[in-house]
């Protein structure tokens, strides 16, 4: 079989590096030469640069008047030469020659060969060398195409050419395993590794040294560092510095930081003295824990070695300081620093922006392109995700956005990934959607933080189509993605949807993380479900903090205080501690009971009890249990002895309480104060004429609406909607958009006339203006709500429980009229307002007519 054609391969020729003259003495000299040089000297020619040069181009320019009997070792010196200068393009020639005289097929011949392509990491022409030889039963070549394949990290292909070896019968050596070993580490594949271990141990190459070291990085590469350190101590002769620096590098890579120093102090007490590589190891495991009286012993030790100057180690220990906040410390450090690479830079800049000094941060990064250091993928998101990121937004980093583009960082998914994260920071999730739109392909790290921004940003129903897209372009999914998407559905009430999140989920893993779990508990509460969030948190073995306040916060939501409380207990008791999110559920939970007493005994005994002081939400919470318990003045003193100053939300908490019980007095010392300080907020001026409204003041209820347009202020759309076979349908107040519109109001009036018939009257006293009252009754039964009910009884079997959001807070009218709902059509009807969940069934309501 013929491996390669000589009229294929480029011959290219290199000018001559003799002085030309006499052309026929010339042309003599040079055959004379190239005699000697292809036949009389191989070893030399191997030997000497500009000789393995010289030698290549009078065979290259003077091949045709060589004579035809070049010994076969001339070619081997040739290809030699060019394998020691990686000279690809020579070695082809060489080769074309070599097919051309018939040699193709010297064993000798077909080594040197591999050894070239290897070396000159071409892939193709020595594979192609090796299947047409008999190189594939020798165990030399064998070894060489494993090492290619493995340091090209095409570890299948390593892999198959092993068990081609073995099947040819070749005994493996430790040099074979040593590689293969390390495969199976990079394919984290345990069975595997542990069947090249047993196997090494077989061919009695099991305590080798270097054997073992490949299996110590296996084994921690399979998250196994028990097996890396049994690898490690069956090393069977004296230990070396690089078996210690292995042990100790993967101890500290799994965060095993204690271990990783004792084993330090055991190779010190065994007289093996410490590498930088140990310094390096050790300078990282301090970094991580933050430990920066443990970094400066090792900065003395590392001194009074002679290691002070070494790039690497100056490198940790800038990072080392940075991270533990140490900058004067790792400035100095920086300062000293003959060389600096690209990660030198990084730290140091990262450790300035971290705590906060993002102009120093930016003016090192300034400097660090003046000295003409190119920034890398690392040093963008030093620069850019500080500690308080979302916090800032300078004019610097449009200039640092447009130096990405410039050096064509900007499709780079590390990069991509912190400028979705720092534009989200800042609520600018267009521009985050922007730097993802730019990125060619996308991992499902990409997608993750792209879906995380959008839900954080309100943006439920973009995450949403953003899995939908992820699924159908096969990108692999992760718990992380499937924990933001369930929170998406339950900001949206998407129930449906939610559950096709949970399966896919339950899909891809056999049983989610408690992360994801304690979204799920979200979701199902958010839509109404809290039986199945109930069910979903019982799942958990070990419920943490986050576990109990999903829960809890859910309970809150649905209207069971003493379930609340139990659960609050049962948290205590198994052990976890409660933190302020815990104590300002429990708290919402008795609020939404009027059960002030409860409400008070925890907010006075929470920082005493569980150490923690109450914050503001804690009082905003207290504040609104006693005013909408009808304490308005109690609520009032206790604004006033806050700690805090109240904000123009806490004050329409008052309002609406005001509203309520028809406190005039106090409600209107509020509503001038919101009015003022708050006059382009449109729920205030809402609030204020519905207090007027309330106590018939019809005047002053058209001044403020009439106050409201002057100022250009709108009222927030009231919506509702209902989900039915996997569609959401909303409705506006009196809403006719809808398709079924017709057939819609004909079952409202239906709806209406059956209800009053019950014992339904209309409660006119929640519309806004002076009219008759049976056009304030027509005004009532056209609110969004009623409408999404009537169109969800029009669409489901009789008795099937309806699920119904809205935006904004259930009026009393519509309240009332949802309980006769549910007694003429005996359904369960789950109303979400702003402030709660209502449960309707057989006439009566969860809430028991307190929200």
């Known amino acids: 079989m013929v491996l390669l054609n000589c009229r294929s391969l480029p011959l290219t020729r290199i000018p001559p590096l003799l002085e030309t003259g006499n052309t026929k003495s010339t042309r003599e000299t040079k055959l004379k030469g190239a005699e000697e040089m292809t036949n009389g000297v191989p070893k030399k020619v191997c030997g000497d640069q500009s000789l393995r040069r010289r030698a290549f181009e009078l065979f290259s320019n003077d091949q045709r008047a060589l004579s035809s009997d070049i010994k076969p070792s001339s070619y081997g010196?040739?290809?030699?030469?060019?394998?020691?200068?990686?000279?690809?393009?020579?070695?082809?020639?060489?080769?074309?020659?070599?097919?051309?005289?018939?040699?193709?097929?010297?064993?000798?011949?077909?080594?040197?060969?591999?050894?070239?392509?290897?070396?000159?990491?071409?892939?193709?022409?020595?594979?192609?060398?090796?299947?047409?030889?008999?190189?594939?039963?020798?165990?030399?070549?064998?070894?060489?195409?494993?090492?290619?394949?493995?340091?090209?990290?095409?570890?299948?292909?390593?892999?198959?050419?092993?068990?081609?070896?073995?099947?040819?019968?070749?005994?493996?050596?430790?040099?074979?395993?040593?590689?293969?070993?390390?495969?199976?580490?990079?394919?984290?594949?345990?069975?595997?590794?542990?069947?090249?271990?047993?196997?090494?141990?077989?061919?009695?190459?099991?305590?080798?040294?270097f054997v073992s070291n490949s299996l110590i990085q296996m084994y921690a590469a399979c998250e196994n560092i028990n097996d890396s350190a049994r690898a490690f101590e069956a090393i069977s002769r004296t230990r070396s510095p690089v078996a210690w620096n292995s042990m100790i590098a993967q101890l500290v890579e799994h965060g095993i930081h204690g271990d990783g120093f004792n084993l330090y102090k055991e190779m010190q007490s065994t007289g093996i003295e410490p590498t930088p590589l140990t310094f390096s190891s050790l300078l990282k495991s301090s970094a991580d824990i933050e430990a920066d009286s443990l970094g400066k012993q090792l900065h003395s030790q590392l001194i009074v070695r002679g290691f002070s100057s070494n790039l690497i180690l100056e490198t940790a220990l800038v990072d080392l300081y940075a991270k533990c906040g140490e900058l004067e410390y790792g400035r100095q450090v920086f300062e000293r620093m003959k060389q600096r690479n690209v990660t030198s830079w990084n730290s140091i800049i990262r450790g300035y922006s971290q705590v906060g000094y993002r102009e120093e941060a930016f003016r090192l990064f300034q400097v660090m392109r003046r000295q003409e250091t190119l920034p890398d993928k690392f040093t963008f998101p030093a620069l850019l995700t500080g500690a308080k990121v979302g916090d800032y937004f300078p004019e610097e980093f449009e200039a640092v956005h447009a130096y990405i583009f410039k050096v064509g960082l900007e499709r780079d998914h590390f990069i991509g990934t912190c400028l979705i994260t720092v534009y989200s920071a800042k609520q600018k999730i267009g521009c985050a959607r922007q730097a993802f739109d730019d990125m060619d392909s996308m991992d499902s790290g990409v997608w993750s933080s792209m879906i995380?921004?959008?839900?954080?940003?309100?943006?439920?129903?973009?995450?949403?189509?953003?899995?939908?897209?992820?699924?159908?372009?096969?990108?692999?999914?992760?718990?992380?993605?499937?924990?933001?998407?369930?929170?998406?559905?339950?900001?949206?009430?998407?129930?449906?949807?939610?559950?096709?999140?949970?399966?896919?989920?339950?899909?891809?893993?056999?049983?989610?993380?408690?992360?994801?779990?304690?979204?799920?508990?979200?979701?199902?509460?958010?839509?109404?479900?809290?039986?199945?969030?109930?069910?979903?948190?019982?799942?958990?073995?070990?419920p943490n903090v986050i576990s109990f306040n999903s829960i809890i916060s859910a309970l809150a939501q649905h209207g069971s205080p003493k379930e609340a409380a139990e659960l609050f207990r049962r948290m205590k008791l198994v052990g976890q501690r409660p933190d302020e999110i815990t104590l300002l559920n429990l708290l919402s939970a008795f609020n939404h009971a009027g059960l002030v007493h409860e409400g008070l005994e925890v907010f006075n005994s929470m920082e005493e009890n569980e150490g923690i002081k109450p914050s503001y939400q804690h009082y905003a919470c207290m504040v609104d249990m006693m005013a909408r318990a009808g304490d308005i003045e109690g609520a009032m003193r206790l604004i006033d002895i806050m700690p805090f100053e109240p904000d123009t939300s806490l004050w329409r908490t008052v309002l609406g309480a005001c509203r309520k019980h028809r406190n005039m007095g106090i409600g209107r010392q509020v509503a001038d104060l919101l009015l003022e300080s708050d006059p382009y907020e449109a729920t205030n001026y809402v609030l204020v004429a519905n207090i007027y409204a309330r106590s018939g003041r019809w005047i002053e209820a058209e001044r403020v609406r009439q106050l409201m347009e002057e100022r250009g202020v709108e009222k927030e759309i009231a919506l509702s909607w209902i989900e039915i076979n996997r569609r959401v349908h909303t409705f506006r107040v009196e809403d006719r958009s809808h398709p079924l519109s017709q057939e819609i109001y004909e079952k409202l009036h239906e709806l209406i006339k059956e209800i009053k018939t019950a014992g339904y009257a209309p409660d006119i006293s929640f519309t806004l203006h002076d009219m008759k009252d049976s056009r304030r009754e027509e005004s009532l039964f056209n609110h969004c709500e009623k409408l999404a009910f009537a169109f969800g009884d029009l669409s489901t079997a009789p008795g099937v429980s309806l699920r119904i959001m809205k935006n904004l807070r259930v009026c009393g009218d519509c309240h009332r009229a949802f309980k006769y709902f549910s007694l003429i059509t005996e359904r369960k009807i789950i109303l979400r307002d702003t402030h709660r969940f209502h449960h309707f069934l057989n006439g009566v309501c969860s809430c028991r007519d307190y929200w």
């Open 452 to 542: 995380s921004a959008s839900v954080k940003s309100g943006r439920a129903e973009e995450a949403l189509h953003l899995f939908l897209e992820m699924m159908y372009l096969g990108i692999e999914t992760s718990q992380f993605i499937y924990s933001g998407l369930l929170l998406a559905c339950g900001e949206l009430s998407r129930m449906e949807m939610g559950k096709q999140v949970h399966a896919h989920c339950l899909k891809s893993s056999d049983s989610p993380d408690v992360a994801t779990k304690n979204s799920l508990v979200t979701m199902y509460s958010n839509c109404g479900c809290i039986s199945e969030a109930w069910k979903i948190f019982n799942s958990i073995a070990k």
């Open 77 to 209: 010196a040739l290809l030699r030469a060019c394998s020691k200068e990686r000279f690809l393009e020579g070695g082809l020639q060489v080769h074309a020659r070599m097919i051309k005289r018939g040699l193709e097929s010297d064993q000798f011949l077909q080594s040197s060969l591999l050894s070239l392509y290897v070396k000159c990491e071409s892939l193709d022409f020595a594979r192609r060398v090796f299947d047409t030889s008999k190189l594939g039963t020798n165990l030399i070549c064998c070894n060489s195409i494993i090492t290619m394949y493995y340091r090209s990290g095409l570890v299948e292909e390593a892999l198959s050419v092993f068990l081609e070896s073995q099947s040819h019968g070749i005994e493996p050596d430790a040099f074979t395993f040593s590689v293969v070993i390390r495969v199976a580490g990079q394919q984290r594949e345990p069975s595997l590794g542990k069947q090249l271990h047993s196997l090494s141990i077989k061919f009695g190459c099991g305590g080798e040294e």
